[in-house]
């Protein structure tokens, strides 16, 4: 397929980034998205943030789709996702990378899930009330309240993502979890030794509880080469399908533009030095360098002869059938 039918293609898909992180209060940040033809993403609202820092997040962000009807709008439901294609914007899935904002009360849960959050990623990189994180001395595993916590987002319709749990936590959540659960944004540790990345046994039970997983673009999780480039994305692509099938299998870019640097430093606190400069020395994917090149990576699965079903499952209809069965509640 040439380039011209790829791009048509791209068009007429459902394009879904399963974690985008940037500072969304940068205009040219939503261009850019919006030039790449993503239909929607899961934004990151907060992490580590208390409970009023992220009320005030939420209300900053109400206020961003006031100020930008024409580029970003709120998605709460699969017919949002459909709606935000059929007006040519994009939509943005209120998500967090830490259970720190429910400040250890079950019932804000479901005050989040009211405003409109609709993905909570269990841990960030430490350990907190609900977990470990990847970076965690030692993963003691999900907690009593853990358990709680999943169970009352199975119960909400909130998706439960692992992406930053160490492997122990991943697991017994995936076990406790009714429903399907997500790695929005995690590669496979066979391609790239980084804490972050997870063993091809946490993909197969993600894949045996009918979640998805989302590949993420930073070089050190993609290859130990240094540098990537989109064939290296790609074949993280590949290798997810190979191991899962090409239902659980999503982009999840991790996009950080933007970011404030004082924002970014408390997003790799904790990090040794060594792994920080490897990070600073590297994050840019050749040929998938932002948000605007996503029609890259429908042209290139095509050509490496993936069938345009297939294609449109991996840039975003997987992504799509998941929300759809885990937003409506258990």
């Not at 399963?18 to 939503?30: C, I, K, Q, R, W």
């Not at 429903?179 to 997870?198: C, M, Y």
């Not at 994050?283 to 932002?290: M, P």
């Amino acid at each position: 397929m040439n380039r011209k039918n790829a791009m048509s293609l791209h068009d007429e898909a459902i394009v879904i980034d399963g974690l985008n992180a940037s500072y969304f209060f940068n205009e040219s940040v939503l261009r850019r998205i919006r030039k790449g033809g993503v239909t929607a993403f899961n934004g990151t609202v907060a992490a580590w943030h208390n409970l009023h820092e992220t009320m005030n997040l939420i209300a900053d962000y109400y206020r961003l789709f006031e100020d930008h009807p024409d580029l970003l709008m709120p998605v709460r439901s699969g017919g949002d996702i459909r709606e935000a294609k059929a007006r040519g914007c994009t939509g943005m899935i209120f998500g967090f990378q830490d259970s720190a904002p429910i400040n250890e009360n079950l019932r804000m849960l479901a005050v989040y899930h009211a405003l409109g959050v609709r993905i909570i990623q269990l841990t960030y990189n430490e350990k907190n009330a609900v977990g470990c994180g990847c970076m965690a001395p030692e993963d003691e595993g999900l907690t009593s309240f853990g358990r709680d916590v999943v169970a009352e987002m199975n119960r909400l319709g909130i998706l439960v993502d692992l992406s930053h749990c160490g492997h122990r936590t991943t697991m017994e959540a995936i076990e406790a979890s009714k429903g399907p659960v997500a790695f929005t944004h995690a590669n496979p540790l066979a391609l790239a030794k980084s804490p972050r990345n997870k063993a091809d046994e946490a993909f197969r039970a993600l894949a045996a509880k009918g979640g998805v997983a989302g590949v993420v673009l930073l070089p050190s999780w993609l290859t130990p080469k240094g540098k990537a480039d989109l064939e290296d994305y790609l074949n993280a692509v590949d290798y997810l399908v190979r191991l899962m099938g090409v239902d659980h299998v999503g982009l999840g870019t991790d996009f950080m533009e933007e970011i404030p640097a004082e924002i970014m430093a408390m997003a790799l606190r904790g990090i040794t030095p060594d792994k920080l400069e490897k990070f600073y020395s590297s994050t840019i994917v050749e040929g998938f360098e932002s948000p605007s090149k996503f029609p890259r990576v429908t042209e290139g699965l095509l050509a490496r002869g993936y069938s345009p079903e297939d294609v449109k499952k991996i840039v975003g209809g997987n992504w799509l059938r998941l929300y759809e069965t885990v937003w409506q509640g258990m």
